[in-house]
């Protein structure tokens, strides 16, 4: 019998949110996986075949990471990374000091109101989830993926 996190992980993968997962997951501990002037220049940004993309608020910065790089890569295999590249961009001030990423949304978002069924259903999925930490990481990443919908 398949214990609940490894089917999660099989349903996130099904989803193609797998590495929004993981990625949400990276941004809420950055400042913390890179202390000091590291983490305030840079930002990830997105996760695509276990590379990490970082954005880099300066060239100079840019720059300095290029030899940085390996060591990066290291501290990021526990969070299923196996590559990262850098890239000039920008680095929010927000998302430093809140934890959390400042996304742009496309002009045609529109946020989902969640409904009590998918509600109850989103309860219903996680309670199984031992770890109570994972089960709400679990359930904010699966509440803001329904949340998101595109209108065309």
Not at 41 to 67: F, Q, R
Not at 75 to 88: D, E, P, S
């Amino acid at each position: 019998m398949r214990n609940v996190g490894s089917l999660l992980l099989g349903i996130f993968k099904q989803l193609g949110m797998e590495d929004r997962l993981k990625l949400s997951g990276l941004q809420d501990e950055w400042n913390s996986v890179f202390s000091g002037p590291l983490s305030n220049h840079t930002w990830p940004i997105e996760i695509k075949n276990s590379e990490l993309l970082i954005n880099v608020d300066s060239p100079a910065w840019l720059g300095e990471l290029k030899y940085m790089k390996n060591d990066i890569e290291k501290k990021l295999q526990l969070y299923g990374i196996k590559t990262v590249r850098f890239r000039h961009g920008s680095v929010s001030r927000q998302s430093r000091s809140s934890h959390k990423k400042a996304k742009q949304q496309p002009e045609n978002f529109k946020k989902h109101t969640l409904t009590s069924d998918e509600i109850k259903w989103i309860d219903e999925t996680t309670s199984g989830i031992a770890d109570s930490e994972l089960r709400e990481k679990i359930k904010k990443t699966i509440t803001r993926s329904i949340e998101r919908k595109i209108t065309h």
